[in-house]
């Protein structure tokens, strides 16, 4: 029993100790982890934007006619198409959207997907919804292009 305490107290300084550093770690990552809650709050903005636009789009989507010249038929047809097509671009952001929210909930916002060092908070502050830093980024976009 007498044991068992010994440890504990062993254990308590420990804690202390480390309480102590992760402290000094803390004021130093507050600055980052304030533009991450801004970042947050912008995304979480531009999602009620985006649900609010895609449902308005879709309520007009019956009477709306955006190529008067061709036949009802046509017009509707072509009207659904893009309407699917705009859908399929904001469900793409919002997805995009969703997956940055739910890292900034985990704690993993702002680091970088390929190389695991932090994404630079001005690059997140431009592109909350980036997932690689500007070098994999950069690195990427080339391999793409020579892929074309
Ligand atoms: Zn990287």
């Known amino acids: 029993m007498k044991k068992k305490k010994d440890i504990k107290n062993i254990k308590k300084s ?12 803390k004021t130093k990552i507050s600055h980052r982890e304030k533009i991450i809650l801004e970042i947050k709050k912008k995304l979480l903005n531009q999602k009620k934007n985006l649900l609010e636009e895609a449902m308005a789009a879709l309520n007009e989507l019956p009477e709306q006619t ?24 904001e469900h793409k952001l919002l997805k995009k959207i969703e997956d940055a929210l739910e890292r900034i909930n985990q704690g ?3 680091i970088c997907d390929k190389c695991g060092q932090e994404i630079d908070i001005r690059r997140l502050e431009a592109r909350p919804v980036t997932t690689m830093c500007i070098e994999c980024k950069t690195i990427q976009e080339e391999e793409e292009k020579l892929r074309e």
Do not use: W, Y
């Open 108 to 110: 993993k916002f702002g």
């Open 14 to 25: 420990k804690n202390i100790s480390t309480k102590i550093k992760t402290k000094t770690e």
């Open 66 to 89: 955006v190529f008067p010249d061709l036949g009802d038929q046509a017009s509707a047809e072509i009207n659904r198409n893009f309407m699917l097509r705009l859908r399929g671009r």
